[in-house]
């Protein structure tokens, strides 16, 4: 099992910054990729940025210029920096990591794993 914890978030005025980190830890073999989604009530969860090793960062277009996606591969971990806020920017964020696992007997398999949330509030 590969366990993902979020932290930062927190309540901001509009155009403020906060910046988002999630640790990976486990039995983790490598990691393929690292991400962050969201999802504001009655909405579906959308992708807001995602960072494979060695590719290219993708990152929503309600973000592109505001967001920036970073990975530090020794600490397994992401980071998010949000800046210039807005209200629409409410929801749950949510850390995911996709790579390989040791597992039992040494076998080595795919984990696609997701952190429990991390709740950011923009007030207008």
């Known amino acids: 099992q590969v366990q993902l914890v979020e932290s930062g978030g927190g309540l901001v005025q509009a155009g403020g910054s906060l910046r988002l980190s999630c640790a990976a830890s486990?039995?983790?073999?490598?990691?393929?990729?690292m991400g962050w989604y969201r999802q504001a009530p009655g909405k579906q969860r959308e992708l807001v940025a995602t960072?494979?090793?060695?590719?290219?960062?993708n990152y929503a277009d309600s973000v592109k210029g505001r967001f920036t996606i970073s990975r530090d591969n020794a600490k397994n971990t992401v980071y998010l920096q949000m800046n210039s806020l807005k209200p629409e920017d409410t929801a749950v964020y949510l850390c995911?990591?996709?790579?390989?696992?040791?597992?039992?007997?040494?076998?080595?398999?795919?984990?696609?794993?997701w952190g429990q949330g991390t709740q950011v509030t923009v007030s207008s």
């Open positions: 960072m494979p090793s060695g590719g290219a960062t």
């Open positions: 995911n990591a996709e790579g390989r696992i040791l597992g039992d007997k040494l076998r080595i398999s795919d984990f696609d794993s």
């Open positions: 486990g039995r983790i073999v490598s990691i393929n990729a």
